[in-house]
């Protein structure tokens, strides 16, 4: 973290750094806490959810075309003045295999988690965001969302959170910011899925 971020930090309270340290005792690998402003939401990227289309395209509240998408982000940012940003980097070989739900369930709970600490601290509009879909984490064996099918209230408000990818969240942009190298574990070759490291990330933001 940044000298310069890290006065910033305490002049804001030692509650921002109760949060960084909260994320870590979560489970978090690596916590840092960047700019709001220095976040990148990109049409191009959101697109990447419907062409072609994911296979969780439509089957929740937190995917498209469900969540308000890049533009939204935006806006939204532009009332934070800081966040929380984390990653958990695991072996490549979990990320493709049925061990992987597990890990993308602890990104969402400890966004979530990390958000309502922030809310009970007083930062009343923090809101957190997590890589995949809440659906095929928390939701798996239910036929379909209630908030999308029925407009009822989400099943695991607690953990669930919208997903990134929705938003056109920049992750590459968001790891220089938080001054860590991306770990991408992409299955092209059978070496890629057992050797080496894969990252998945969240934010919360602050406010």
């Not at 959101?46 to 439509?58: F, Q, V, W």
């Not at 922030?118 to 809101?127: E, F, L, T």
């Not at 659906?135 to 209230?153: H, N, W, Y």
């Amino acid at each position: 973290m940044e000298a310069s971020v890290e006065r910033e930090m305490e002049r804001d309270g030692a509650e921002l750094t109760d949060l960084v340290e909260l994320a870590r005792w979560l489970g978090a690998s690596d916590v840092a806490m960047v700019s709001a402003g220095e976040l990148s939401a990109e049409d191009d990227l959101a697109r990447l959810c419907l062409d072609p289309p994911c296979e969780n395209y439509g089957m929740s509240a937190g995917c498209p075309p469900h969540v308000a998408g890049p533009s939204a982000f935006r806006e939204l940012v532009s009332e934070y003045e800081w966040a929380l940003v984390f990653r958990i980097e695991v072996p490549s070989q979990i990320l493709f295999s049925d061990e992987r739900r597990e890990v993308f369930r602890l990104l969402h709970e400890i966004a979530a988690e990390v958000e309502q600490s922030a809310v009970q601290m007083g930062y009343r509009k923090s809101k957190g965001f997590a890589g995949g879909s809440c659906k095929q984490l928390f939701c798996r064996d239910r036929r379909a969302c209630r908030v999308v099918s029925e407009g009822r209230p989400c099943r695991n408000p607690g953990q669930a959170r919208p997903s990134m990818s929705g938003f056109g969240i920049n992750v590459s942009k968001l790891m220089q910011t938080a001054g860590w190298s991306m770990n991408r574990a992409d299955g092209k070759t059978d070496r890629d899925r057992t050797s080496g490291t894969g990252t998945v990330c969240g934010l919360v933001l602050v406010g």
